[in-house]
């Protein structure tokens, strides 16, 4: 196993360790904490000479910077180097418009990663005290609700929402740990994500036009549109991730903006966005067990429909009361919007039913609105993107197959992602759109089918006789477009670009 050191707090702003070799600040020389760690490095490896470069310290800062001092302002020397740390990586992360960072603790070595477009990349390494020590501290940390006492064998929940540590824009940072296996370290390791909660299309204007800016079809704007003119309950799905938060959002602010005479209220564990127009009660809890946390939730929905509410936002359904709820404001002529997890949209009624909800009463008259499923797809830079006609040979026998059979003779039409160039920052890919399934319950036949839980026939009744698009058709056109390459497609999808005649037996 090759030699990683650990590199003391002492040392950590003045000391690297860069392909199998030192890299130190000159002033360094004599200092005892590096004459321990280089006798560390002699008895481990049996080598006497010290692999190490020294630098001028005016060279050192310029070549590898100093860590953590750059981060602290001449007034304001007291503030932790975790504090300091933490705001810089947020304002990098919003910078490059990150949903999320996760920072890795293996032992030896750290390592901090942002997922943009979709795509997790590797933003920069830290060793392993410095990656132990930031974790423990963003988790126990003044600015963290956690409230948690740090241990590497336990998982964390928790959220910072204090404005003094958040850049412009970001509503709050949602927190979650896992202790995970190291093979180079007798204990865990740890898994810090964190998920950055601000809405990243920044979509304004009408409810058509907010859609259309997430990449909903005109159609399905349409749809979505007349869901919002009816009570009832509207249920968005999708993987964690991929926009239900946002789209929902979009939907609440221009339907507050729009009728202003209703009153709109949003219950949600807790709020990841401001909603503007929108009273948004907060149920975060502290509390440790399921069924505590699902008693302060029900109790807070009980009590928000004391307050005189029209449209109401459900943040997610978790439980079989919080569904019963739901569907009881919606028969008594509320408008209810809500997420679940489910892979489709007509999966949304079997993972309804799954909490133990019977479809008669999902599916009851005057319930259901609408359905709505989606998945983010990254968009591919113009100015960079390859055609794929001088790539053809270069993709996976598999993915030429399917897209011979689902896009034949559209060769010319189709992108990849490129190298990157400065209009994208490097990425290939500029922004995220939806791929979606939208599905208003109108048809009475379609209800019918719900109502007998026959959801393959629903499904195809829906194809057929509706005219329906799935998300891997909606997918498919944006390929086509040249807008998304397949090959991401595919990873973003979870399934192949050919799933849909592989579900119909075609």
């Not at 086509?480 to 397949?486: F, N, Q, T």
Request: glycine share 8%.
């Amino acid at each position: 196993m090759p030699f990683i050191p650990s590199i003391p707090e002492t040392l950590a702003g003045r000391l690297r360790w860069q392909q199998d070799s030192f890299h130190a600040s000159a002033e360094l020389k004599g200092n005892m904490a590096l004459d321990s760690l280089f006798a560390q490095f002699t008895e481990q490896t049996g080598q006497l000479i010290i692999p190490c470069s020294w630098y001028p310290p005016s060279d050192f800062e310029q070549k590898f910077g100093i860590r953590y001092s750059r981060f602290l302002s001449s007034d304001d020397k007291n503030r932790s180097w975790v504090d300091a740390y933490l705001m810089n990586l947020l304002a990098r992360a919003m910078e490059k418009k990150a949903s999320d960072i996760h920072i890795t603790y293996m032992g030896p070595y750290a390592q901090v990663a942002f997922r943009r477009m979709g795509l997790l990349m590797e933003e920069e390494p830290l060793n392993g005290e410095e990656g132990l020590q930031l974790i423990r501290g963003i988790i126990q940390g003044h600015f963290s609700q956690s409230e948690a006492s740090f241990s590497t064998h336990e998982r964390y929940d928790g959220r910072i929402a204090d404005r003094k540590y958040l850049p412009d824009g970001l509503f709050a940072v949602r927190l979650h740990s896992e202790p995970i296996q190291s093979p180079l370290i007798p204990e865990p390791g740890v898994c810090l994500a964190m998920r950055l909660l601000f809405d990243a299309t920044s979509a304004t204007g009408t409810l058509h036009e907010r859609l259309s800016a997430l990449g909903f079809t005109p159609q399905q704007q349409d749809m979505i549109h007349g869901f919002t003119e009816h009570s009832g309950l509207t249920v968005v799905s999708g993987p964690t991730g991929h926009g239900k938060s946002t789209t929902l959002k979009n939907i609440m602010e221009s339907m507050a903006q729009n009728v202003s005479t209703r009153s709109y209220w949003s219950l949600e564990d807790p709020p990841e966005y401001t909603i503007i127009g929108v009273r948004q009660a907060n149920v975060f809890t502290k509390a440790s067990t399921t069924s505590s946390r699902k008693q302060e939730f029900e109790d807070a929905l009980a009590g928000l429909m004391r307050s005189d509410p029209d449209i109401l936002l459900i943040g997610e359904i978790r439980y079989r009361e919080s569904a019963e709820s739901a569907i009881s404001a919606a028969t008594t002529g509320h408008g209810v919007w809500t997420t679940v997890h489910a892979n489709s949209a007509i999966g949304i009624i079997n993972r309804i039913h799954e909490m133990g909800i019977e479809t008669s009463s999902i599916c009851g008259d005057n319930v259901l609105n609408g359905l709505i499923y989606q998945r983010l797809l990254p968009i591919l830079c113009p100015e960079c993107k390859k055609p794929l006609r001088n790539h053809w040979k270069e993709l996976p026998r598999g993915l030429r197959q399917r897209l011979t059979e689902v896009l034949p003779r559209k060769k010319n039409r189709i992108f990849l992602r490129g190298e990157g160039c400065p209009r994208c920052d490097g990425m290939g890919l500029i922004g995220q759109k939806v791929a979606a399934e939208v599905i208003p319950v109108t048809d009475r036949k379609f209800l019918e089918l719900l109502q007998q839980n026959r959801l393959s026939d629903a499904r195809k009744y829906w194809l057929d006789e509706m005219r329906g698009q799935t998300h891997v058709s909606h997918a498919l056109a944006r390929i086509e477009a040249g807008e998304v390459d397949p090959a991401i497609a595919e990873e973003r999808l979870g399934v192949t670009l050919d799933y849909n005649r592989a579900f119909q037996g075609a």
